[in-house]
C-alpha cells in the first residue's frame, strides 16, 4: 500500500507537539479506511504524550488488532509501557517492533535507549550502531551518535567511541557540544595522548569556562605533559568552589607532589586528612612522598593506615609491595589473591593487582606462580591498552624509525651553535638498565641538579619528525628557528621545576636514545651516555613492572628483546657518528668498579671530582622512579643476577637475542665489530667495554675538556 502523504505530516507535527493537528489528520485517514493501523497508532501515541495513557492504550489496542505486524504500533506501545512503569514490556515492544521492521532510525534509536536505560550497554549500543546505518539525514543522528560514543567508552571500546564522536562532528556540522568534548577527552585520556587531551579540554573549557571537569582534564594534561605550575593555576579555582574536599585536595597535593614542591604536597595532603581522616588519595599520596625520600617506614604506615579504612584498596597492596619487595602480611597477600580471581575487575586495576602479587610471590620464592602471575599482569596491560590480548607494540614502525633516524644524522650536518640555558647530562638507554642509579652519583656533585625523566625531549622528537616528514628534511643543519622553538620547549620544562637557572643537569629518560641525533644539534655540548646492562636482567626487571602505555613492548618478553636490539643497534650507530660526546657505560662494571668508571666518565665529560658523588644515597633527594628505594644505598653486585631462579622459563632468550645482533652478555650491538670496523682514532676508551673482571684499577683519563657544563633531567619510566 502506498504511504499516505497525510500520516507523513501527522508524524511531522506529533514531533512537533502539534498534537490536535495531527489528530485530525489522523481522523481524516480513518475515515476512508477504518481498519488503518497506522493512523490509530498516532492516535494513541497522540494521547499518550498528552497524559492520556488509558485512551491512548485504547487505540493501540485497536491498532494492533487491526495489524499486528506493523511496527509504529508496537514502538508507540513501548512508549505506553513505559508511560506506566513497566521497563521490560517496553523494552519487549520496542524489540517487537524493530523485527517488523529493521530499517527504522527511530526504532532502532528507541531499543537502544531502552537497552541503555535497563543496563544493557552492549544492547544499546549495538541498537545505536544499526539505527546510524538506517539512515543518513534523521535529525536526531547526532545526538544518537553521540550516546553511542559515551556508550562504547564505557564498554572500554576506544576505537568504537572514536568513529562515533565522527559521526557526532559530521552530523553536527564539524563541532562537537560539551559532552562530545568530555568524550574526547576520555579518550585522550586512555590512550595517553596528553597533547590532544590538552587541546580538547581546553576547547571544552573555553565552551563552558566554569565546568570543573574541563578544568580537571586541561590540570591532568598539563600536568602529564610536565607544565605542573599552569595545572596548579587552573586546578586551584576547582579546590576554592568546592570548598572541604577531600578528593579535590588530594587531587592538588598530587599535582604539587609532580610539580616536586613535595613541602606543600605534603600539607595539602594533610589538609585533606583533616577533613577525611580515612582519605586513601590522601594517605596515599603521602605515601609516595615517603617512598621518593626513601623512607619505607612511611610508606608501610601510610599504607596500612588506608588498609585498615579501606581493606581491598589495591594501589595500597600493590604500592606496599613494590616498596618493600613483596614483604606483605597475609592478610594482605589475600586482597590481592582475590582481585586476581574477580571477573568484574577493569584491565588497569588487574594489572596493579596482579603485579604486586607475582612480587610477593617471588619474595616468598613461589617462583612458578610468581612468572606465572607476572605473565597474566601484562596480559592485563594488553588488555587496558587494546582491548583484546595482543600487543600494542609495532615491531616494523620501530625498526623504521630506528633506520630512519640513523639516515637522518649521519655525522655530516655541521656543529651547531650552544644555546642558551643549562647543558644537560643525558643518560639513555633501556629502562631499568641503571639510569636512576648513575643519575643518583651523577647529580651528587654540587654542580649538578637531577631533574629525572623529563618527558620534554620525546616530545620534540616527535614534533620534529612531523616537520622533517612534512618539510622532506633528510639531514643536515636544521634550521635556526625550528632550533629555538625546540629548545625552548626544553628550557620550559626546566623553568617549571626551578632549573633553568642550573650549571648541569641530569635527564635520564630513558628513550631518549632515539634523539640522540637532534640532541647534537640542540645542545651540543651535552655529553650522551648509553647504559647497557645484561640484555636478560634487563628484560626481565621490564617485564616484572607495571610499566604505562607509552611503553608498550614492555608487557612481552618478545617484544622487549625486539626493543632492546633495536635500542642496541641505534645506540651503536651514535657512538660511531658522535664518539666525541656518546659515552657507552656498562652498568655491571659500574657497580663492580664504582669510583673508577664515575671518575672515569667525569673526565671524559670535562667534570671535576667531587667525593660526594660516592656517597650519592645519602643526598636528601627525591627520586620519582621504581628504583626510588633502591638507590638509597651503596652500589652491590649483589643484586646482578635475578633471573637464576626463572631460567626455565626464561630459557632461550639470549640465543634470541643474540641472533638479533646483540651481545647477551652486555648488551652491546655485535654487527658493527663482527664486520671488522677499525676504531675511531680520537675515541676515548669504551666505559663499556672493561669486564668486570678487568676493572682498571686507576680511571682512564682524557683531554675531555670538550663540555664545560652539563645538564640534564627526567619524568618516570622506571630505570
Not at 485504547?58 to 512508549?79: P, T
Request: charged share 25%; net charge negative.
Amino acid at each position: 500500500m502506498v504511504a499516505d502523504p497525510r500520516l507523513a505530516k501527522a508524524r511531522e507535527l506529533r514531533l512537533q507537539d502539534a498534537f490536535d493537528q495531527a489528530r485530525a489528520l489522523c481522523h481524516a485517514v480513518l475515515e476512508e479506511r477504518a481498519e488503518d493501523a497506522e493512523a490509530m497508532g498516532l492516535l494513541g501515541i497522540c494521547d499518550i504524550e498528552c497524559g492520556n495513557v488509558a485512551e491512548g492504550r485504547a487505540w493501540l489496542d485497536r491498532a494492533e488488532a487491526a495489524n499486528a505486524d506493523n511496527a509504529s504500533v508496537h514502538l508507540y506501545r513501548s512508549v505506553q509501557h513505559e508511560a506506566e512503569g513497566n521497563a521490560q514490556a517496553a523494552l519487549d515492544a520496542a524489540r517487537r517492533a524493530s523485527e517488523c521492521d529493521a530499517t527504522r532510525f527511530d526504532i532502532w534509536g528507541r531499543l537502544g535507549d531502552l537497552a541503555g536505560i535497563g543496563g544493557n550497554l552492549p544492547l544499546a549500543a549495538d541498537c545505536f550502531d544499526k539505527a546510524l546505518k538506517a539512515e543518513d539525514t534523521h535529525p536526531a543522528r547526532a545526538s544518537v551518535a553521540l550516546r553511542l560514543a559515551g556508550l562504547e567508552m564505557q564498554l572500554g571500546r576506544t576505537d568504537g567511541a572514536e568513529a562515533a564522536l565522527k559521526v557526532t562532528e559530521a552530523a553536527a556540522g564539524g563541532a562537537l557540544p560539551p559532552e562530545g568534548l568530555a568524550i574526547k577527552a576520555a579518550i585522550a585520556r586512555n590512550r595517553a595522548d596528553w597533547a590532544l587531551l590538552r587541546d580538547v579540554a581546553q576547547d571544552w573549557l573555553d565552551i563552558v569556562p566554569h565546568d570543573n571537569d574541563a578544568r580537571g582534564a586541561l590540570a591532568q594534561a598539563l600536568s602529564q605533559l610536565g607544565y605542573y605550575r599552569r595545572a596548579i593555576e587552573i586546578f586551584r579555582p576547582v579546590v576554592a568552589e568546592r570548598g572541604s574536599d577531600a578528593g579535590s585536595l588530594a587531587a592538588l597535593g598530587r599535582l604539587y607532589l609532580g610539580a616536586r614542591d613535595t613541602e606543600t604536597a605534603r600539607q595539602t595532603f594533610e589538609a585533606a586528612l583533616q577533613v577525611d581522616p580515612d582519605s586513601a588519595d590522601a594517605l596515599f599520596g603521602l605515601a609516595r612522598i615517603g617512598n621518593f625520600a626513601g623512607r619505607v617506614d612511611e610508606v608501610e604506615t601510610y599504607c596500612r593506615r588506608i588498609l585498615a579504612a579501606h581493606p581491598d584498596h589495591l594501589d595500597a597492596c600493590a604500592f606496599l609491595s613494590e616498596t618493600t619487595g613483596g614483604r606483605l602480611e597475609d592478610s594482605e597477600l589475600a586482597v590481592l589473591e582475590a582481585a586476581r580471581e574477580a571477573r568484574d575487575l577493569p584491565a588497569d586495576r588487574r594489572a596493579i593487582s596482579l603485579f604486586a602479587l607475582g612480587d610477593a610471590y617471588h619474595r616468598r620464592k613461589r617462583r612458578a606462580e610468581a612468572f606465572a602471575t607476572w605473565g597474566l599482569a601484562n596480559e592485563a596491560k594488553w588488555l587496558q591498552h587494546n582491548g583484546k590480548l595482543e600487543s600494542g607494540y609495532d615491531r616494523d614502525a620501530q625498526e623504521a624509525r630506528v633506520a630512519r633516524l640513523a639516515a637522518q644524522f649521519d655525522g655530516s650536518e655541521p656543529a651547531a651553535a650552544p644555546g642558551p640555558g643549562p647543558i644537560p647530562i643525558f643518560i639513555v638507554g633501556m629502562p631499568r638498565s641503571g639510569t636512576t642509579l648513575l643519575e643518583a652519583a651523577i647529580s651528587a656533585h654540587d654542580d649538578v641538579e637531577p631533574s629525572g625523566e623529563l618527558p620534554a625531549l620525546p616530545f620534540i622528537l616527535e614534533k620534529f619528525e612531523s616537520w622533517a616528514a612534512a618539510s622532506h628534511w633528510q639531514g643536515g643543519a636544521i634550521p635556526d628557528a625550528k632550533l629555538v622553538e625546540w629548545r625552548e620547549i626544553y628550557i620550559k620544562q626546566l623553568r617549571e621545576y626551578g632549573l633553568d637557572e642550573a650549571q648541569w643537569v641530569t635527564d635520564k629518560q630513558p628513550s631518549n636514545f632515539q634523539a640522540v641525533g637532534l640532541i647534537r644539534q640542540l645542545f651540543p655540548q651535552s655529553p650522551v651516555i648509553h647504559i647497557r646492562r645484561r640484555p636478560l636482567e634487563t628484560a626481565f626487571s621490564i617485564y616484572r613492572r607495571n610499566f604505562t602505555r607509552q611503553w608498550p613492548f614492555a608487557h612481552s618478553l618478545d617484544d622487549i628483546r625486539h626493543y632492546y636490539a633495536e635500542q642496541a643497534r641505534l645506540c651503536d650507530h651514535w657512538r660511531r657518528t658522535y664518539p666525541q660526546t656518546v659515552t657507552p657505560l656498562q652498568y655491571e662494571t659500574l657497580v663492580t668498579a664504582f669510583e673508577a668508571s664515575l671518575r672515569s666518565l667525569f673526565a671524559r665529560m670535562g667534570l671535576t671530582w667531587d667525593n660526594k658523588c660516592l656517597e650519592f644515597y645519602k643526598q636528601e633527594r627525591q627520586i620519582m622512579t621504581f628504583s626510588a628505594m633502591q638507590v638509597r644505598r651503596p652500589p652491590s653486585a649483589d643484586h646482578l643476577d635475578s633471573t637464576t631462579p626463572y631460567l626455565e622459563w626464561l630459557d632461550g632468550f639470549d640465543t634470541a637475542i643474540e641472533a638479533l645482533g646483540v651481545n647477551p652478555d652486555t648488551g652491546a650491538w655485535l654487527a658493527a665489530g663482527e664486520a671488522g670496523e677499525a676504531p675511531q682514532p680520537d675515541a676515548i676508551p669504551d666505559l663499556a667495554a672493561t669486564s668486570v673482571a678487568q676493572a682498571p684499577d686507576e680511571p682512564t683519563v682524557s683531554s675531555g675538556g670538550f663540555w664545560q657544563r652539563l645538564l640534564g633531567r627526567g619524568g618516570r619510566s622506571g630505570s
